[in-house]
């Protein structure tokens, strides 16, 4: 009497399409569209991209509290199943987020799909309390002028003219202790960013 098995192979299509239904500054809550494996894993690392894959035959345990499951150095391990969506949470304010889906089949003995969907997020900044001021004008040309002030406690900054058609040269974020901004005028009134 023969007997037949089927032998368990790797997936093909690898999860895709990552957005996020709601953010704050301390939770992300990620989904995506699933690939054609029976399940898959989401792997995060905070402030670069994951630097670690899953490796076959092994199973991993998950957590959407970020910092709990440890994969590699600095990598956790924030999802495994067979659904689309994870709330991830334990997250710092104002910080770049980079991830990795990879789908694989296999209960006991699971295999991956290498190399994973990569993408990034970052979180909401904390709400500042104290607002710029005391601005003042200097070097105030035909076409450009200088604009100092007294920084508020907001990580970053956005200014708008309201006339002119003044913008940034470069449309820059300004490092967080940048107090001095150049103006030119432009030929449309794009917001300046700060």
């Not at 910080?95 to 990879?102: A, E, G, K, Q």
């Not at 089949?105 to 969907?117: C, E, F, R």
Request: glycine share 10%; hydrophobic share 30%; no cysteine.
């Amino acid at each position: 009497m023969a007997a037949n098995k089927e032998t368990l192979s790797a997936p093909s299509v690898q999860s895709n399409n990552a957005f996020t239904s709601s953010r704050s500054n301390t939770s992300i809550n990620i989904s995506w569209t699933r690939g054609d494996g029976a399940n898959r894993i989401l792997i995060g690392r905070k402030e670069g991209p994951v630097n670690t894959t899953p490796i076959d035959l092994t199973t991993y345990q998950s957590s959407s509290s970020f910092g709990s499951r440890q994969i590699g150095t600095g990598n956790y391990v924030l999802y495994s199943g067979s659904g689309n969506n994870v709330n991830v949470t334990n997250l710092e304010p104002s910080t770049n987020y980079y991830f990795s889906l990879y789908e694989f089949n296999g209960s006991s003995a699971k295999l991956y799909l290498n190399p994973g969907y990569q993408f990034a997020l970052e979180t909401f900044g904390e709400r500042p309390t104290i607002q710029a001021s005391n601005a003042s004008y200097a070097n105030i040309n035909f076409n450009s002028f200088e604009v100092d002030f007294d920084k508020g406690n907001g990580t970053r900054g956005w200014h708008s003219p309201e006339r002119g058609g003044l913008s940034m040269p470069d449309q820059r974020i300004l490092p967080p202790m940048e107090q001095t901004v150049s103006l030119v005028k432009g030929t449309k009134s794009d917001p300046a960013i700060l």
